[in-house]
């Protein structure tokens, strides 16, 4: 199979992340897994290897400059310039907003924000050169409405959904597609980090009834990583159980 490109997907050790990797190896893409874990990241690499697929381990933490750099290097070693960037890792803190303390607020920036722009910083360069690349964040629907005892999350993923706005109108006419997925909420370990209660209280809330599974927000990646999104530039595109309707 001709290589479809190459793709980094971060927080790809699980859930979302490992969904993700999967479909676009599958996909013909070669993938570079990372996660903050190792042992995540070289089990769903060695899975796609198992399956005949094109996959690199490395694992970082994305709010680290070092590690960002670190992982695009290798990344450009093992398969060559990077033609897709999926921000996609992830932290999960539940508490009051009375409870919060700043280096709970600063850790859910660091990752999701700071990580976001570190990664798209390390990438874009060599996209911009070639004139083509296509970079989906994830953000969360909880950045369009709030949740409760998740302020710095729903804060964190509103900058994310505002980061993807302002870069694709930098960027797009310059043959870079920039766009985010924000998911409801996804049967994934960092969901059910959460609390029980908080989980019953979500699920009777939305219109579908259900929590989504982590394999239907990656087709809403893969979609927007295709040709056939061609005219997507800086959108939001919510596989959310109806909890947001636009």
Not at 11 to 28: C, L, N
Not at 91 to 114: C, G, I, K, S
Not at 169 to 183: C, I, L, M, Q, T
Request: glycine residues 10%.
């Amino acid at each position: 199979m001709k290589r479809a490109g190459v793709a980094v997907v971060t927080g790809a050790g699980s859930g979302i992340g490992r969904a993700v990797a999967e479909r676009f190896a599958a996909g013909g893409y070669a993938v570079v897994v990372n996660d903050l874990s190792a042992e995540r990241a070289e089990a769903v690499a060695g899975k796609i290897a198992a399956a005949r697929g094109q996959a690199q381990a490395i694992a970082g933490d994305v709010s680290r400059e070092a590690d960002v750099a670190a992982l695009m290097r290798a990344a450009e070693a093992a398969f060559g310039p990077v033609t897709l960037l999926v921000n996609n890792a992830g932290h999960v803190h539940q508490a009051r907003f009375v409870d919060l303390e700043p280096a709970d607020f600063d850790r859910m920036f660091a990752v999701h924000v700071r990580g976001t722009f570190l990664c798209c910083r390390a990438v874009l360069p060599a996209m911009l050169r070639q004139g083509a690349g296509v970079i989906v964040n994830i953000a969360s629907q909880l950045g369009q409405i709030g949740g409760v005892e998740l302020v710095h999350y729903s804060a964190a993923k509103a900058a994310v959904i505002g980061l993807t706005k302002a870069l694709a109108r930098e960027v797009s006419d310059k043959g870079v597609r920039v766009n985010a997925v924000a998911p409801g909420p996804i049967n994934t370990p960092l969901v059910m980090a959460l609390s029980e209660d908080w989980r019953r209280t979500k699920a009777a809330a939305l219109p579908l009834g259900r929590f989504g599974e982590p394999d239907e927000v990656a087709a809403t990646v893969a979609f927007l990583a295709s040709p056939a999104a061609s005219l997507f530039v800086g959108q939001t595109l919510g596989p959310n159980s109806g909890d947001v309707m636009l």
